[in-house]
């Protein structure tokens, strides 16, 4: 019970919740996806790639016309400054796509979700130093503490973790500018597959043409995985895009580590990938980071919940 000096409830956007929702689920995917990608690994990553663009530009099309809702892609691509913004994240995610799909394909399933983990620590900083997001003391910490995990998985493996600094720059870049350019979710996916759709079906055609094309000509499971590949293709990143719009960048991050916490568990118990006790202590920073973000963002939403709900 609260008394009569308390400071008053603080309503919680019902927006903000279906933004996390959405966010919450399309990372939900992303983690398992590589159970869905591992029976296409004997098919080249750029095929398996175009396959993706194809069929999730075919079902958002579809998804709009049902609705009526296909004036949104023309009125993106009308804008010059919109249809400018949307053909670059069209290139981040289909480059983001690629090294996925190769990664998963040639077993490095941990350096993939190792990729994921770094995302949110990009994601903050871009939010600081271009969207003019805040961090507060126990964020600031996190990001140092993840800051010092990937560091250190650098220096033992004697390289840069090619795969997932590629990964982050990726799709950190592809969040950015989701969030902020001026098209919903839906029509943005949309009109990011159409402006790659000549060049997937060039390519499949192609290989068609060369007769190694896999679609048509593989066993039925796996052009069923092909055809499906637009559905979780295009589900998680509706999710992604209409939940960035509606919380914050650093959120976002937090969140995003579902995706890789479960890419992880895969990989190790799955998937069997080496996992050293050296490679466990780089990870352990990160983890750490992760709580120590994850208490914050609880202690803030605590501090927000309206007193009837405490």
């Given at each position: 019970?609260?008394?009569?000096?308390?400071?008053?409830?603080?309503?919680?956007?019902?927006?903000?919740?279906?933004?996390?929702?959405?966010?919450?689920?399309?990372?939900?995917?992303?983690?398992?996806?590589?159970?869905?990608?591992?029976?296409?690994?004997?098919?080249?990553?750029?095929?398996?790639?175009?396959?993706?663009?194809?069929?999730?530009?075919?079902?958002?099309?579809?998804?709009?016309?049902?609705?009526?809702?296909?004036?949104?892609?023309?009125?993106?691509?009308?804008?010059?400054?919109?249809?400018?913004?949307?053909?670059?994240?069209?290139?981040?995610?289909?480059?983001?796509?690629?090294?996925?799909?190769?990664?998963?394909?040639?077993?490095?399933?941990?350096?993939?979700?190792?990729?994921?983990?770094?995302?949110?620590?990009?994601?903050?900083?871009?939010?600081?130093?271009?969207?003019?997001?805040?961090?507060?003391?126990?964020?600031?910490?996190?990001?140092?503490?993840?800051?010092?995990?990937?560091?250190?998985?650098?220096?033992?493996?004697g390289r840069p973790p090619w795969i997932a600094?590629?990964?982050?720059?990726?799709?950190?870049?592809?969040?950015?500018?989701?969030?902020?350019?001026?098209?919903?979710?839906?029509?943005?996916?949309?009109?990011?597959?159409?402006?790659?759709?000549?060049?997937?079906?060039?390519?499949?055609?192609?290989?068609?043409?060369?007769?190694?094309?896999?679609?048509?000509?593989?066993?039925?499971?796996?052009?069923?995985?092909?055809?499906?590949?637009?559905?979780?293709?295009?589900?998680?990143?509706?999710?992604?895009?209409?939940?960035?719009?509606?919380?914050?960048?650093?959120?976002?991050?937090?969140?995003?580590?579902?995706?890789?916490?479960?890419?992880?568990?895969?990989?190790?118990?799955?998937?069997?990938?080496a996992f050293t006790l050296q490679r466990g202590?780089?990870?352990?920073?990160?983890?750490?980071?992760?709580?120590?973000?994850?208490?914050?963002?609880?202690?803030?939403?605590?501090?927000?919940?309206?007193?009837?709900?405490?």
């Open positions: 019970m609260t008394g009569q000096n308390s400071a008053p409830a603080v309503p919680v956007s019902p927006r903000a919740g279906a933004g996390l929702a959405a966010a919450i689920g399309a990372f939900t995917i992303w983690g398992v996806l590589p159970l869905y990608m591992k029976p296409l690994q004997a098919l080249p990553a750029l095929e398996i790639m175009a396959h993706r663009i194809v069929w999730s530009c075919l079902l958002v099309f579809a998804w709009l016309l049902w609705r009526s809702e296909v004036g949104a892609v023309r009125t993106a691509l009308a804008n010059p400054g919109t249809r400018y913004r949307l053909m670059i994240t069209a290139v981040l995610i289909s480059i983001n796509w690629l090294l996925y799909v190769w990664s998963i394909a040639h077993g490095h399933v941990i350096d993939a979700s190792l990729g994921y983990f770094i995302n949110p620590l990009l994601n903050v900083v871009l939010g600081v130093l271009l969207l003019g997001e805040r961090l507060n003391t126990a964020q600031k910490f996190a990001v140092g503490l993840a800051a010092v995990g990937v560091l250190y998985l650098a220096v033992i493996a600094l590629g990964l982050a720059a990726s799709f950190g870049g592809y969040g950015l500018i989701r969030k902020v350019v001026k098209v919903e979710a839906v029509p943005g996916l949309a009109t990011e597959t159409l402006l790659l759709l000549p060049f997937a079906c060039g390519f499949l055609v192609w290989l068609q043409l060369q007769g190694t094309g896999a679609f048509g000509h593989a066993a039925p499971h796996i052009n069923a995985l092909l055809l499906g590949s637009g559905l979780v293709t295009a589900l998680p990143l509706a999710l992604f895009a209409y939940g960035a719009r509606l919380i914050p960048l650093s959120t976002v991050g937090l969140v995003q580590y579902i995706g890789p916490t479960l890419q992880f568990l895969l990989g190790v118990w799955v998937f069997h990938e202590i780089g990870f352990a920073f990160i983890w750490s980071a992760l709580a120590v973000y994850a208490s914050d963002g609880l202690w803030r939403s605590r501090k927000q919940m309206p007193y009837w709900g405490r």
